[in-house]
């Protein structure tokens, strides 16, 4: 059986102000995710559809807590709880020191992930 862990994973780096490490298995992308600080993703989600994320992730938090939009609600995911993000959703607030694991579609992410660099060297001046 594949496994991964956030010190065997070799993917992903530091971002400032998010350290992600991040694998592949089975199809789908393994994230281990650490916030250092409060961060919109909304701004680096722009030219999605909707500028939403169009991604679903299935994910435990760790530690600390998170807000994701959704068209018709916000849902707040906290230490201890397991969460599904169905595409159509933003993070919108993230505790600093929050922590989770997501796993997510390898295509789908890939996709996401693509605009979001975009837009981060964009907003980054580069």
């Known amino acids: 059986m594949p496994k991964v862990s956030k010190k065997t994973a070799t993917k992903g780096g530091d971002h400032g102000m998010v350290v992600d490490r991040e694998e592949t298995l089975s199809g789908y992308t393994v994230n281990f995710v650490e916030f250092r600080q409060d961060i919109d993703g909304t701004p680096l989600l722009k030219g999605l559809p ?5 991604c679903p992730h299935w994910g435990y938090v760790v530690k600390g807590k998170m807000t994701m939009r959704f068209a018709d609600r916000e ?4 230490a ?13 607030r993230h505790e600093p020191g929050t922590e989770i694991v997501q796993f997510s579609p390898v295509e ?3 996709k996401t992930q693509a605009v979001m660099m975009k837009n981060l060297k964009a907003m980054q001046g580069g």
């Open 108 to 110: 789908a992410l890939q």
């Open 80 to 92: 201890g709880d397991a969460f599904y993000a169905p595409p159509g959703h933003a993070p919108v």
């Open 50 to 54: 909707d500028d939403r994320c169009q």
């Open 75 to 78: 849902e707040v995911y906290e």
